[in-house]
Nanobody, 118 residues
Framework: QVQLVESGGGLVQAGGSLRLSCAAS????????MAWYRQAPAKQRELVAS???????NYADSVKGRFTISRDNGKNTVYLQMNSLKPEDAAVYYC????????????WGQGTRVTVSS
């Protein structure tokens, strides 16, 4: 069983920056895939950024050039650096981990709220 704990959310002015952290209870070095999702009120949860075990990253078009996903295997932590924040980035951000192929290998954190004032 893997536990994911997010932190770093809060209130920021438009144009500002935040760094989200996701601390995992297991060794993320072996995880297949980790990602950040977000969900705004009355909207579906969407993929924001992802990173594979091999370090390949992928971003939603809406955040390319502004957000950066990274990981520190030694600290079992994945980060999301968010720059040039916009009001439309406001949402609850969730950390996700896919530890291996197969069922019962998908894990979610509890979420951290990001609020962006205009």
């Amino acid at each position: 069983q893997v536990q994911l704990v997010e932190s770093g959310g809060g209130l920021v002015q438009a144009g500002g920056s935040l760094r989200l952290s996701c601390a995992a209870s297991g060794s993320i070095f072996s995880f297949m895939f980790m990602a950040w999702y977000r969900q705004a009120p009355a909207k579906q949860r969407e993929l924001v950024a992802s990173i594979t075990r091999g370090g390949i990253t992928n971003y939603a078009d809406s955040v390319k050039g502004r957000f950066t996903i990274s990981r520190d295997n030694g600290k079992n932590t994945v980060y999301l650096q968010m720059n040039s924040l916009k009001p439309e980035d406001a949402a609850v951000y969730y950390c996700y981990a896919k530890t291996r192929v197969g069922s019962e290998s998908d894990y979610w954190g509890q979420g951290t709220r990001v609020t962006v004032s205009s």
